[in-house]
């Protein structure tokens, strides 16, 4: 298993810039827990992040530094934050321990197993489950499972985009994706995408226009539904 | 820097922490206030980046990643919690290099200090109209579009001078990751 389709190099770069909207920032970290090269690529881009604020003036503070005693407090404090990291280290796992399951940071949303989602139909052969974003998190983040062979209109997607396979796969005119890959098509960008035929295939897609992709999934979902 | 984090990791020294302090808190209040926070709100989230790294400076290991990068996230991942107030899907760095020890060749530490300067001389390298593109992002903390809009420029002509930008920066480390 290869993954042969990554983010767009401006999507990783807003990542790490800290300014990608909070439903593609999950897709990103949810690829670079089974991408090596974009997780090398990253923190070179975290380094960049750093270099820029180097480059900042500096604002004087109001407030003194802490001193030794709230040092200390601090200190015996650090333990509990160990041992949360360790449990950090965890999220990043190759995409052979993948194996079908939930890659680790979406497990606090989804659960540990893609076998135990609470699927809600949304047309015929094809299932949705959205997650939840913060408060001021904008746009929309989902799973959605799709039958074997199903084949989708034909459709564009106007506006940030981004789609990343976890079982299965789905093919179309940008080529065959499969477990780990990412669409992060652009804005005209139009496809028609085809689930595997045997198994069909499990995603998750994220989109900043709340509205704009409504309309789209109602394109999607119309001629199975009839509506 | 990454001396005065490990006195902080191995001795817990606080003169080596005050030093760090001195250094960082500044430029880091100018940055949350360039990212739209107050100047009270900048300065609690400067003060709370360092005593992250004081608490945190055990974890930290030279081995693993440029002690200024480890800040600038740390600084970055509170922002986004605090300022845009949303939650924030980057790893701090001393979470993937603990397992992920596969991707870092072992003499990859040694050549840190040396890929960071490559990255600060390319940075400096970039045309303005890149440098612009990747300030607003990582500055100014815009996305794509309202990078689009500050400027008066179609989307796909600040993304294409982003692609550019890393294309740049890439190319100065390549031969460092092939070690
Ligand atoms: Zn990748």
Redesign the pocket.
Known sequence: MK?TH??DEATLMSFAAGSLAEPLAAIVAT??SL?P??RRDVAMLDMLGSCLVDTLDATPLEKPAPDAGTLRSQTEAAGADTAKSSRDAAAFRDLDDLSGNVPEPLVRLVGPSLDNIAWKRLGYGIWHYPLPLSMSGKGDLRLFKVAPGQVMPEHGHGGAEMTLLLRGSYSDEFGRFGPGD?ADLDEDAEHQPIADPEVGCICLIASVERAKFKSLLARIVQPFTGL | MANLIQRVALRGDAEAFAELFRTYAPRLKSYMMRQGADPMTAEELAQETLMTVWRKAGLYSDERGSATTWIYTIARNLRIDRVRREVPWQALPEGHHETASDDVAPDEALSLVERKSRVQAALQELPPDQYEVVSLAYIEGLSHNEIAERLGLPLGTVKSRMRLAYQKLRSAVEDLNEQ
């Open positions: 993954i990554h983010p690829h670079m991408c090269s974009c990412v």
